[in-house]
């Protein structure tokens, strides 16, 4: 048998007179190389990776999110009228445009109408590795507002007053807002958006909900979240790990909102189950996700998420649970989300991570704003606008 050991084998090299030996050192040189190769393309991979999301990390750690920060928010609730209130809105670092008299509609109109931008712009500023992503976000947030018309159009909202409500922003143009909320009911309005990229959801949805406005609002949420899984898990695999841990936080906090809602309101349990969002989960999955769904009461429903991070966030208040207090129960559900994008932010900080902090957050800021904006022009006391405030945990 020819002896392949590494002394002979460069002994035969050498001298020339084992051709077998001089084959075999060819070949593992070549693999050799092949392996500094693969590993180098692996290194260059992250190198790019890294310089491709310096530019944008760095812009929204620049810009941050300053009101869901609970010591910006302090001086912002100082402002005793709504112009007053933008000019801190826009010290604290949010460029709202110059405008006239506000009252509280159109306050909430413009803020909602800023986030969509902001949104918006985001998607289309991030390296296209991920921006498929954050196109699919962008578009949930606009499918939503359509729904909201759609679903209002059922109920009989004046168009008047529908209109107040909703906000353009990119594909769902001022023309096509004042068409919908002008339809003659909901499905002239559907018709108003088959052409753009959410009509199929909205109609689907509404054909399957059968002229219930609730079921029909609950189904288009499932539509929009299921989207956003599948566009999670299509990033690339070197990208996706902090894309499909927050999509799968999303789908989580909005499984056990509905629970909340429905355990507390008593909700069949038929019904609740069909709003429920079975797939793309992160730490409700399986047989998890069976008993969390099986759950009876809120404390049921504790006992199942037990070594959750929700339910961390939702044991600080046992006395919600026990009074079935809903609003105190979502908003520990929010403060859990902000807490766990701030540290996949950490954790990624050289990818996607800083984005989709500023991308979640985002929506808790314009939800803050709007409902001091509420607030203040109602004259509202400080307790009552704090209680529903979305803030960072600074601790």
């Known amino acids: ?8 084998l460069f002994s035969g090299f050498l001298s020339g007179d084992d051709a077998t030996s001089l084959l075999v050192a060819a070949l593992a040189i070549a693999i050799m190389m092949g392996l500094v190769m693969a590993v180098s393309a692996g290194y260059f991979r992250i190198i790019l990776n890294i310089a491709l999301f310096a530019r944008p990390d760095a812009r929204v750690r620049a810009i941050g999110n300053p009101m869901v920060n609970p010591a910006i928010i302090a001086g912002v609730l100082e402002a005793h009228t709504i112009p007053d209130l933008f000019d801190r809105f826009r010290n604290a670092g949010h460029a709202f445009p110059p ?11 413009v803020i909602r109408g800023y986030y969509f931008e902001r949104v918006l712009s985001l998607s289309e500023n991030v390296p296209d590795n991920v921006r498929h992503y954050f196109t699919s976000y962008a578009q949930m ?3 939503r507002e359509a729904a909201w018309i759609v679903a209002g159009r059922a109920r009989g909202i004046p168009p008047a007053d529908l209109e107040r409500q909703v906000s353009p922003a990119g594909s769902l143009t001022p023309d096509l807002v004042r068409k919908a909320v002008h339809a003659t009911g909901p499905e002239d309005a559907l018709s108003r958006f088959a052409a753009t990229p959410f009509g199929p959801v909205l109609a689907t949805a ?3 909900a059968a002229g219930n406005p609730a079921r029909f609002s ?4 499932i539509a929009v979240l299921k989207n956003l899984s599948l566009s999670a898990r299509s990033v690339d695999i070197s990208l996706s790990p902090p894309v499909t841990e927050i999509t799968g936080r999303m ?15 008593g909700a069949g349990r038929e019904e609740t189950v069909h709003h429920l969002i079975p797939e793309g989960g992160l730490g409700i999955t399986g047989e998890r996700f069976n008993n969390v769904r099986r759950a009876g009461s809120l404390p049921d429903l504790m006992q199942a998420l037990a070594g959750t991070p929700y339910e961390s966030y939702l044991s600080r208040h046992p006395e919600a649970v026990r009074d079935s207090d809903v609003p105190v129960l979502e908003a520990s559900l929010d403060q859990c989300m902000l807490a766990m994008v701030r540290g996949v932010s950490t954790q990624y900080h050289l990818e996607s991570g800083p984005l989709l902090r500023y991308l979640i957050s985002l929506g808790y800021e314009a939800r803050n704003m709007q409902a001091i904006a509420v607030g203040v022009g109602d004259s509202l006391s400080l307790e009552e606008i704090e209680r529903v405030l979305v803030l960072e945990d600074m601790k």
């Open 99 to 109: 405008g006239g008299e506000m009252n509280v509609d159109t306050a909430e109109q």
């Open 1 to 8: 048998m020819t002896d392949l050991s590494l002394s002979s």
């Open 251 to 265: 789908i989580d906090i909005a499984n056990i909102r509905i629970l909340i809602r429905a355990l507390s309101f």
């Open 141 to 143: 947030i606009l499918t």
């Open 206 to 208: 509404y054909c399957e």
């Open 218 to 221: 609950a189904l288009v949420e």
